[in-house]
């Protein structure tokens, strides 16, 4: 097994280090992913690096999924537009403070305008 020394600064690398493009163009075929375990064991080496290669979807989208997709995005820009409109911005910060504390309260403030603003849709727009 390869042993990786990494240099002053860097303790451990995780994630995706290389991803084929989607053009093909300048870039590796296969992905290669970083993995870093902490983890209470004998061995400190707990770096790993694998390759993926690139994966082909064989089947297309069914309707849940392209649901999802459009109201991703409804929601998305909704939050982007709500979260600069400076008519609604005093209001929102103080509903989200009055939540952010209590059981099962949005921690921040993005997460508490996907709340609002995927209620709002659902309500616009309900699947069945």
């Known amino acids: 097994m390869a042993k990786v020394n ?12 290389s991803k084929p493009s989607k053009s093909g163009q300048h870039s590796c075929a296969k992905m290669l992913l970083g993995t870093h375990r902490v983890a209470a064991t004998e061995n400190p080496n707990c770096n790993r690096l ?3 290669k690139k994966v082909e979807r064989s089947t297309s989208p069914g309707a849940n999924e392209l649901f999802a997709r459009v ?3 409804a929601v998305a820009a909704a939050v982007s537009t709500r979260s600069k409109d400076l008519s609604k911005i005093t209001q929102d910060q ?15 403030l993005k997460a508490w305008y996907w709340m609002v603003e995927g209620q709002a849709y659902d309500q616009a727009h309900p699947q069945g």
């Open 6 to 17: 990494w240099s002053a600064g860097i303790d451990s690398v995780s994630g995706a280090l």
């Open 50 to 52: 694998y390759l993926r």
């Open 71 to 73: 109201r991703f995005a």
């Open 94 to 108: 103080q509903a989200f403070i009055a939540q952010k504390d209590l059981a099962g309260g949005k921690k921040t």
